[in-house]
């Protein structure tokens, strides 16, 4: 799922196209991607676009008239960015936002759709499809504190929930957490001042860092190559593969459709975390230290 650098690399490059210009048409490849009938997408031609701006990880791109266009990419949405007029394709095409310059193409790989499109009226119902997690990046250690203890969970379930951090998924908080040699099990409520001042400091550090990166890279181009597995990551979609910073073998916690990497040596003190699936199947075999694996 296209996270805070993501989604916000995202709207800087949809920004320059489309601000000022004039939408034509929203054109449907998939009627189910439009999840409200009121206001109707016939409403939207002809109207001018104000501003494009990231709520979380959705996108707003909001229209005279008090106007607004609520694009929630999921896990498979993706944009890009193609000339005017251009067609959409038979599988993988959502929508299309055509301008009298290119056409905004929102795409979906995979057979499960679960990107959305909202088409609401007023900043209030804008704000309604917003979870309300804090901006990371925008809140002192003190407020970051408070978010992170309120509730006794995991440090990854927390960093991940968007009800209390705004734009943080999988990938980097499995990023982040390695830059703060920290557990991703490790409890909110059991971390000392210094190990929440490391959090806070490495999710700044890890979400400006990764931002800039795409930002030199969609100069060139449109960011059409969005992607949670990059290989210039740490720990995230490596399992298996040395640590960047102490060689050992990144690890993983395998649960639903989501995973947890993290290196043992770095972040759990040489200790493998129990895999749900492996480690009840292993029992007594289950290596409890990256030295027996």
Not at 29 to 40: H, Q
Not at 68 to 73: A, E, M
Not at 115 to 141: C, K, T, Y
Not at 159 to 178: C, K, M, Q, R, W
Request: aromatic share 6%; hydrophobic share 40%; net charge positive.
């Amino acid at each position: 799922m296209p996270e805070m650098p993501d989604v916000t690399v995202y709207v800087e490059a949809i920004a320059t196209r489309i601000v000022d210009q004039s939408l034509v048409k929203l054109r449907l490849g998939n009627p189910f991607v439009l999840r409200t009938v009121d206001p109707p997408p016939s409403e939207l031609a002809g109207r001018r676009v104000i501003s494009v701006r990231r709520m979380g990880k959705r996108i707003v791109i909001g229209l005279d008239g008090d106007l607004f266009i609520v694009i929630h990419l999921m896990i498979a949405g993706r944009f890009k960015w193609l000339s005017a007029g251009a067609k959409l394709p038979g599988k993988l095409g959502l929508a299309a936002l055509d301008f009298p310059n290119g056409t905004l193409l929102l795409t979906e790989a995979g057979s499960k759709r679960r990107a959305s499109i909202h088409i609401v009226r007023g900043e209030q119902a804008v704000h309604a499809h917003d979870p309300g997690g804090i901006e990371p990046l925008d809140v002192s250690l003190s407020a970051f504190k408070d978010a992170l203890t309120r509730e006794r969970h995991t440090l990854k379930r927390t960093l991940t929930d968007p009800h209390v951090f705004s734009g943080i998924g999988n990938a980097y908080s499995d990023e982040i957490l390695h830059r703060a040699r920290l557990s991703p099990v490790q409890m909110t409520t059991n971390l000392s001042e210094d190990e929440i001042t490391r959090l806070y400091d490495a999710t700044r550090r890890t979400l400006i860092d990764w931002t800039e990166r795409l930002r030199a890279e969609a100069a060139v181009m449109f960011p059409e190559k969005v992607t949670a597995f990059r290989p210039d990551f740490a720990v995230h979609g490596r399992y298996g593969k040395p640590c960047p910073d102490c060689g050992s073998p990144v690890q993983h916690i395998v649960y639903s459709e989501n995973e947890t990497n993290y290196c043992a040596r770095c972040q759990t003190g040489g200790k493998l975390l129990a895999d749900r699936a492996l480690s009840r199947l292993l029992h007594s075999d289950w290596p409890k230290s990256i030295d027996e694996l």
